[in-house]
């Protein structure tokens, strides 16, 4: 190579002490040797990449370094940048992928939290009716309460009312029980005393006349009128009885 190790020559290409540094990297074996190709061919036009003299023996590692100094510029990146974009890239997938979570979780917080709040508020309305509805049913109770309470007294004054009435009708109907018989037995003794007064007269008048038909009409006309006086008996009974129970019904 003619000028291929000339520091003037990648002096022209990197600028200034880049290009000593450049040589003494390349001459010295530098284990940053592609680093510092890279650098060199950053800096490189295609003119100045013509005039590397190679030997035959470094035709390979030419025809390398031309295509790779053909490359877009913005390709022409370092080991640890690639690896470095691969791990901001990573990050970058990471951050996005927590992102995304993050939304997700707050998206979902924030529909549990509508639906609790609309739940809260159908829970409160439902509270308020039953609370309304509480109040008017005890409400309904106490009044149901002191009109049974009144119901109950004036029942009971009634029920005292109709025992007292019993009784006193009982009382009535033994009474006129007692009245009727005396009545019926009084007057039943005396019609029968008086029938057999006269049944004895009459004897004693068909003794003395000797008439039997006489006596027989006389004993029809008796029959007759002792009939009479067992319906006015019956009548007496029966006006008693009804002048008791108008009694007892006021």
Known sequence: ??????TNF???????????DILDSLQGGSSNYQ???EVLLQHMDQDQFNQIDVTSSGETHHQATKEYCSLPQ???????????????????EKAEKKRKIDQAYRERCKK???????????FGDENECLRVENK????QNASMTQTLQSQTKELHQHKNRLDQLKFESEKQ??????????????????????????????RQMVKLSGEPLKLVQENGKLK??????????????????DDNRKNCGH
């Open 1 to 6: 190579m003619e000028n291929f190790g000339k």
């Open 10 to 20: 990648y002096g022209g290409c990197a600028g200034g002490d880049a290009g000593e």
């Open 35 to 37: 680093g510092s190709m």
């Open 74 to 92: 913005g390709s022409i990146v370092s080991k640890n940048g690639h690896s470095q974009r691969l791990a901001s890239n990573s990050d970058l």
């Open 112 to 122: 549990t939290k509508t639906q609790m709040m609309r739940d809260l508020k159908t």
């Open 136 to 139: 008017t049913l005890k409400e």
């Open 173 to 202: 109907n033994a009474l006129v029980q007692v009245l009727s018989d005396l009545v019926v037995n009084s007057n039943l003794c005396h019609e029968n005393q008086k029938l057999k007064d006269e049944n004895a007269q009459l």
């Open 224 to 241: 007759h009128e002792n009939m009479l006086l067992k319906v006015q008996i019956d009548a007496l009974c029966g006006k008693i009885v």
